[in-house]
């Protein structure tokens, strides 16, 4: 990295369900950081795995490579399957080029719901009681009580239903099993659903920003998401001994995975308390690269604290090119 601007690679798409929402995340990511400080690349894998320049030009994975190798940092915002999930955090680090977030193992571990529930529950974490069906246990699952099925390994709300009567099981496992091979039947678990942002610096501090309330009747899918009607209350109205739990399980599960970066890590605050259970957060997911318009929950979380958008992103490349980066 030379003294002048930083060459920043931010890469967009993806060939996932999760493709649109990542473009709109990568555009306000390149607006926001093209300024005198960075020289911006824009590139963007298309549906069906193309890469592309900034013109929609196809220059293939080897002209990628290339182009990221002639840059200083990556900051890869492609949610879901085939980014998130440590496939591009592989590619930089086999090119030896700085990237902004989570490494390869902490992204492949947060992107599988069900192996993140094992770590957090190693962890001292509750999560919701659940069971992994594939293929061939399918047939064998009954409804008891009401569930929320979705796939192991996917964003966004793709293919997630909230199962209350018998009737309804059947279609939720096949809109799940049609974006994933393993999916996850949990126990609904009723009460708030409040995410936290945990951050970690290169001196290995951690930055957990104020929680973030999503008021919702039902599940929070992808229409609330990104429809543009989410009733987000921010700093959520949690007690102190409710903020400093969070805050724990927060950065526990994000210590245990690996994280670095940023990462979105979303719990439940239950309404009861289950027999045999103690009280405290129920952890949902980790999101190691979760939306980020100036408008989703982690920047607004970030900013809510006095850390605004584009500091933020400045905030993180920076530190991806520290020497002693964490990870």
């Not at 060939?15 to 555009?27: G, I, K, T």
């Not at 992994?132 to 964003?155: D, E, I, N, S």
């Amino acid at each position: 990295m030379g003294a002048g601007r930083i060459r920043v690679a931010v890469i967009g798409g993806g060939a996932s369900c999760e493709h649109d929402v990542s473009l709109a995340s990568a555009a306000s990511v390149a607006d926001h950081l093209d300024t005198a400080a960075y020289d911006v690349v824009r590139l963007t894998i298309d549906p069906h795995g193309t890469w592309l320049d900034r013109e929609g030009r196809p220059v293939g994975l080897t002209g990628a490579a290339c182009l990221l190798r002639r840059c200083d940092v990556v900051l890869p915002v492609v949610h879901g399957p085939h980014g998130e999930d440590g496939t591009l955090a592989a590619l930089c680090d086999l090119a030896g080029v700085p990237y902004v977030g989570s490494g390869v193992r902490a992204g492949a571990l947060a992107m599988d719901k069900w192996t993140t529930k094992l770590v957090a529950n190693a962890v001292g974490v509750a999560t919701a009681p659940g069971v992994l069906l594939t293929p061939a246990t399918r047939a064998g699952h009954r409804w008891t009580h009401p569930v929320v099925v979705k796939p192991v390994a996917a964003g966004s709300s793709h293919g997630v239903t909230l199962v209350d009567e018998p009737a309804g099981l059947d279609d939720a496992l096949a809109a799940a099993f049609a974006l994933d091979d393993r999916v996850l039947v949990e126990d609904l678990v009723v009460g708030r659903e409040v995410d936290v942002a945990v951050l970690s610096r290169p001196d290995g501090s951690r930055v957990v920003s104020p929680a973030l309330e999503i008021v919702v009747d039902g599940l929070f899918g992808f229409e609330e998401k990104y429809g543009g009607h989410a009733d987000f209350r921010l700093p959520a109205a949690i007690s102190e001994t409710e903020r400093k739990s969070l805050k724990d399980a927060a950065v526990a599960v994000y210590d245990a995975l690996g994280c670095a970066g940023v990462a979105r890590v979303d719990f439940f605050l239950p309404d009861q308390v289950a027999p045999g259970s103690t009280a405290g957060p129920v952890l949902n997911e980790v999101n190691t690269m979760p939306g980020f318009t100036a408008r989703s929950q982690v920047p607004r979380m970030f900013a809510a604290a006095g850390l605004p958008y584009a500091d933020l992103l400045d905030l993180l490349v920076r530190d991806a090119l520290a020497p002693g980066r964490p990870g």
